[in-house]
C-alpha cells in the first residue's frame, strides 16, 4: 500500500464533517459529505484505505495490481481493480459462480439511485472486482481469456456502499472513475458521502443536508447543540432550559465527557476521535432531549 496516498486520503476523510455547520438541521435525515479535492488516482500497484466517518476504522480498502503465476509451461496474468470491506464495510453489485468460487462484481450506480436495504449485498469480508482481466495459457494451446466487470471505463459512477460503526449500519456512495483492467488501469476517487442516520437509506450522490451536522429531535425546539470541529455548543433562549447538564456518549453508550451549564449556553471542547456522538440533555427542571452531533476536526 503506497503510505503517501494511504495519509493523503486519510487527511480528506479526517476533514468529513471538519466543515459541518453550526445551526440545527430542520429534517431528521442527513448526509455527511466530502470532496476529495484535488481527486485521488490509484495507478497500477497503488492502494489506499478509506476511513468514511474518520472513527480510526479503515471501512474500505481500495487498490488496482497486476499478478502473474507460472506452473511449467503454464502461465496466469491478472490486471484487476478491487475493493473490499475489511471487515466493517460491504458494497453492492452482483455475483457470479465459476466452478465452486464465488466472484463479486461491485455496480457502478447512476446519480439518483435508492442504496438501502433492498440491493444485492456482498459480505464485509468479501474482495470485489471493479474490472478484471485473466489470460491464461497452458502448454502452449490455444489462450483463454477473460476480461469485465461493471467498472470497466466508467465514468462519474457510484459505488453503493454501508458500513457498522459501532451497532449502527449507514449506507453511502463513493464517486468514482475507473479505467480499463490492462496496462493503464486506475481508480479515481472524487467524493463520497454516507447517511449520518443508522438504518437510513441514501440516494447516489444526495448530499442533502451535508450542513450542519446536528440531528435533532422534535424536543426543545428553542435548544440548539451542536459541533464546531471537536468543540460541543449548547445554546438556549427558553428559559426552561436555561439550566442543565450535557452528557456526551460515543456509539457503544459510553459517557466520555460531561458539563453543567448556566446563563442559556455551555461550550464543551471533546478530546474524542472525529466521528458521530451523542449529547443527552438535562434541563433543571427535568426535561431530558437527545442530539447526534459529528466531531471532525478543522484541517
Aim: with cysteine; net charge negative; aromatic share 10%.
Amino acid at each position: 500500500m503506497k503510505q503517501d496516498l494511504q495519509k493523503q486520503l486519510q487527511q480528506y476523510t479526517k476533514m468529513a464533517g471538519a466543515a459541518l455547520a453550526a445551526a440545527p438541521l430542520a429534517m431528521q435525515a442527513q448526509a455527511v459529505y466530502e470532496d476529495v479535492d484535488p481527486d485521488l488516482t490509484l495507478m497500477l500497484g497503488d492502494g489506499v484505505a478509506l476511513d468514511m466517518n474518520g472513527d480510526g476504522t479503515d471501512d474500505f480498502l481500495m487498490s488496482v495490481f497486476s499478478t502473474v503465476a507460472t506452473s511449467g509451461s503454464a502461465s496466469l496474468v491478472q490486471n484487476l481493480a478491487v475493493v473490499s470491506g475489511g471487515g466493517v464495510g460491504a458494497f453492492a453489485g452482483s455475483t457470479a459462480v465459476f466452478g465452486t468460487n464465488t466472484f463479486y462484481f461491485p455496480g457502478a450506480y447512476n446519480a439518483g439511485d435508492a442504496i438501502n436495504s433492498t440491493l444485492d449485498w456482498a459480505g464485509n469480508t468479501a474482495l470485489g472486482s471493479l474490472n478484471y482481466y485473466t489470460f491464461y495459457t497452458s502448454g502452449g494451446g490455444t489462450p483463454s481469456s477473460f476480461y469485465g466487470g461493471n467498472w470497466v471505463n466508467q465514468s462519474d459512477k457510484y459505488l453503493a456502499v454501508r458500513f457498522t460503526a459501532g451497532s449502527d449500519l449507514h449506507y453511502g456512495w463513493i464517486r468514482m472513475d475507473v479505467g480499463a483492467p490492462d496496462a493503464t488501469n486506475f481508480i479515481t476517487i472524487k467524493d463520497f458521502a454516507f447517511e449520518s442516520q443508522p438504518d437510513v437509506a441514501i440516494d447516489a450522490g444526495d448530499t442533502v443536508g451535508a450542513m450542519p451536522s446536528v440531528i435533532p429531535t422534535t424536543e426543545a425546539p428553542e435548544l440548539d447543540c451542536y459541533a464546531y470541529g471537536n468543540k460541543l455548543i449548547v445554546r438556549s433562549q427558553d428559559a426552561a432550559w436555561a439550566e442543565g447538564r450535557v452528557d456526551v456518549m460515543d456509539l457503544s453508550g459510553r459517557t466520555i465527557a460531561s458539563r453543567e451549564w448556566t446563563g442559556g449556553e455551555a461550550h464543551l471542547q471533546l478530546k474524542a476521535a472525529d466521528g458521530i456522538y451523542s449529547a443527552v440533555l438535562h434541563s433543571s427542571t427535568g426535561a431530558v432531549t437527545t442530539r447526534k452531533f459529528f466531531v471532525g476536526r478543522m484541517r
